[in-house]
């Protein structure tokens, strides 16, 4: 983000100089052990028997759910819990009329607190009243039943704060930070626009199992060359599935314009978020400085471009990093996801232990 300090915080480890297979689960569980094992073991020693809720911020496309899905691969799924504040809308939503039956409903209007009625904040979530706007409240209320299901999991929230109004010392602050009785942390992520915008860009599916690669940063193993056409063609190598050709979505060759209002949004959320006093901060970067990025972070754990070519009637694939513009202009090599992680783990550990 422009003019917004997020330190570094390195994953290279003196004395390690492995090379891991980071795209894997077993070269994953060797890597974190070897970049972060004492801070892993200090987490893991606090969640023997506390817990504490971080608040996932940053831009749509950011990887709050990969991050969260790699912690859950470090600690299990007995110890973290991502929560999508999407997914809970859309899920509850949906099964309604059959939570009513259940007496945790009851529980959930004794919850809510309110500028409207339970009843009408109902209808606005149904879509059942049109004159009615559906309050944050009901959504934090919403939240809140589910952190209620989960009182021996440390939980990573995505999707809230959304708004600046979200943001304020008495719905957010003290409605929800420090509704649960141990540590609340805000999980800060910078990621640079060029990154989402490529992301999209270049991202293709398979028609068949929906599973989403990218021609530019995520290729597949199976790649053919059409001699008339002139284009390369990826087909799907899941290995459940029949390995359909991956298509483009429509729209995603606009990047990141259709949703540049959504990133607007997200970054004066963020920006206020950072100004804010008494819950600590983890700040993570998932592109560092190129001039710098080999001091702070081995080559493996920078995110490779990948580029096709074509020669003597083979499909040639050559490596090389990744390199954007950062929101200061700066060129920066994007970090592979296990490598933010690692920066992630450090700073629990740094505000949990202290």
Not at 33 to 44: F, P, Q, Y
Not at 76 to 94: A, F, N, Q, Y
């Amino acid at each position: 983000m422009k003019n917004l300090e997020f330190p570094i915080t390195g994953a290279k480890k003196k004395g390690v100089t492995k090379r891991f297979d980071i795209n894997s689960p077993e070269g994953r569980k060797e890597y974190f052990e070897a970049k972060a094992g004492d801070e892993i073991k200090s987490l893991k020693e606090y969640m023997q028997d506390k817990t504490f809720v971080a608040y996932m911020i940053g831009k749509k496309n950011s990887g709050k759910g990969t991050y969260t899905k790699l912690l859950t691969e470090i600690f299990g799924k007995d110890k973290i819990e991502h929560l999508s504040v999407g997914d809970i809308v859309r899920e509850m939503h949906g099964g309604w009329e059959e939570f009513k039956k259940d007496p945790e409903y009851e529980r959930l209007k004794k919850i809510y607190r309110g500028k409207i009625s339970f009843q009408d904040a109902e209808d606005a979530f149904l879509g059942k009243s049109q004159d009615k706007l559906l309050p944050t409240e009901f959504i934090l209320t919403l939240l809140k039943h589910k952190i209620n299901a989960l009182p021996k999991k440390n939980i990573f929230i995505d999707g809230l704060p959304r708004d600046l109004d979200q943001i304020s010392y008495a719905l957010y602050f003290r409605d929800l930070a420090g509704y649960r009785d141990d540590p609340d942390i805000f999980v800060m992520i910078d990621i640079a626009e060029e990154i989402i915008a490529e992301r999209i860009k270049y991202r293709v599916i398979c028609p068949i199992c929906h599973n989403s690669k990218n021609t530019k940063l995520n290729i597949t193993s199976k790649i053919e060359y059409d001699e008339k056409t002139k284009k390369f063609a990826m087909y799907c190598d899941t290995p459940e599935c029949t390995g359909g050709k991956l298509i483009s979505k429509e729209g995603d060759n606009e990047g990141i314009e259709p949703i540049r209002p959504r990133l607007m949004k997200d970054e004066d959320v963020m920006r206020e978020v950072y100004e804010l006093h008494g819950i600590p901060k983890v700040l993570l970067r998932n592109h560092v400085p190129a001039s710098e990025a080999l001091d702070y972070f081995d080559d493996y754990e920078l995110t490779p471009e990948f580029v096709l070519k074509y020669h003597d009637k083979k499909v040639v694939v050559e490596e090389k990093p990744w390199t954007v513009r950062d929101d200061n202009g700066v060129e920066s090599n994007s970090l592979m996801a296990p490598a933010v992680v690692v920066g992630l783990v450090k700073q629990l550990a740094g505000i949990l232990g202290s």
